[in-house]
């Protein structure tokens, strides 16, 4: 189910719930300290780092560059399905996928980035994806509302 079939479905259930019922409350969960996330933790800082490398400059994206991406994608895809099949469905598990979809688009744009201006842009909003990366695991888990 889609990430946001999944949240419409939620809602519906909630506006359907009697007044004064509220969800079962379950822990949040903490996944920066298993090994697949940490991993994706330590990928994403150390592409971010190497990334920064590219702004102001025109020499081509190194082919391991955009292997270490790649793997980082796949990383972020195993992390959503990881936690889709726990059942731990929230937003980390729909941020997952996102950035496992974007980070090939955004590949592309640092790639085909042609004048100054455009490769900053593309290094920036790779910077930032990847710097999302990072934060979206290492957050603490909210308390469910």
């Not at 359907?16 to 996330?37: C, K, N, Q, R």
């Not at 082919?63 to 731990?88: P, T, V, Y």
Request: aromatic fraction near 4%; glycine fraction near 4%.
């Amino acid at each position: 189910m889609s990430c946001s079939a999944a949240a419409m479905i939620s809602a519906l259930w909630l506006a359907a719930a009697p007044a004064g019922a509220a969800p079962a409350a379950t822990p949040p969960v903490a996944v920066s300290a298993e090994p697949l996330f940490a991993d994706i933790v330590r990928r994403a800082d150390a592409l971010k780092a190497e990334v920064e490398a590219f702004k102001g400059t025109a020499a081509p994206i190194p082919a391991a560059f955009k292997a270490r991406i790649g793997e980082l994608a796949e990383l972020d895809m195993q992390g959503h399905r990881s936690l889709a099949e726990r059942k731990l469905d929230g937003d980390l598990k729909c941020i997952l996928r996102g950035i496992a979809e974007d980070l090939p688009l955004k590949l592309k744009a640092l790639d085909e980035a042609r004048t100054p201006q455009e490769r900053d842009s593309a290094v920036a909003d790779m910077g930032y994806l990847l710097n999302d990366n990072v934060e979206v695991i290492t957050a603490p888990p909210r308390e469910p509302v």
